[in-house]
């Protein structure tokens, strides 16, 4: 059974920086996608980042709005992903969520309970 569990989020001011892992259990994650979705109150979830997986290796893809600022990254020996934010933008709580989109035999995608992100202004 695929688990996710996020950690690292809290409150943090303008211009900050936060670094979110994700640990994730229950499969090989090597050949899967892992990346980040985000979901502000009243709002639906968003793409953040992702670290896709093919076979001539891995690419990361970022959010308009977060590019330059955030990169992802991932430790395959920890099944673990990453997120560093740099320059945080004011805002209110959003809950970070790990995802991992597994491609075969059948299409799945699994998320993590999330962490919640504030950024003071």
């Known amino acids: 059974q695929v688990q996710l569990v996020e950690s690292g989020g809290g409150l943090v001011q303008a211009g900050g920086s936060l670094r979110l892992s994700c640990a994730a259990s229950g499969r090989t994650f090597t050949n899967v996608d892992m990346g980040w979705y985000r979901q502000a109150p009243g709002k639906e979830r968003e793409f953040v980042a992702m670290?896709?997986?093919?076979?001539?290796?891995?690419?990361?893809d970022y959010a308009d709005s977060v590019k330059d600022r955030f990169t992802i990254s991932r430790d395959n020996a920890r099944n673990a992903v990453f997120l560093e934010m740099n320059s945080l933008r004011p805002g209110g709580p959003a809950i970070y969520y790990c995802?991992?989109?597994?491609?075969?035999?059948?299409?799945?995608?699994?998320w993590g309970q999330g962490t919640q992100v504030t950024v003071s202004s």
């Open positions: 995802s991992v989109h597994v491609a075969s035999p059948v299409p799945v995608h699994y």
């Open positions: 670290t896709r997986w093919s076979w001539r290796g891995y690419n990361s």
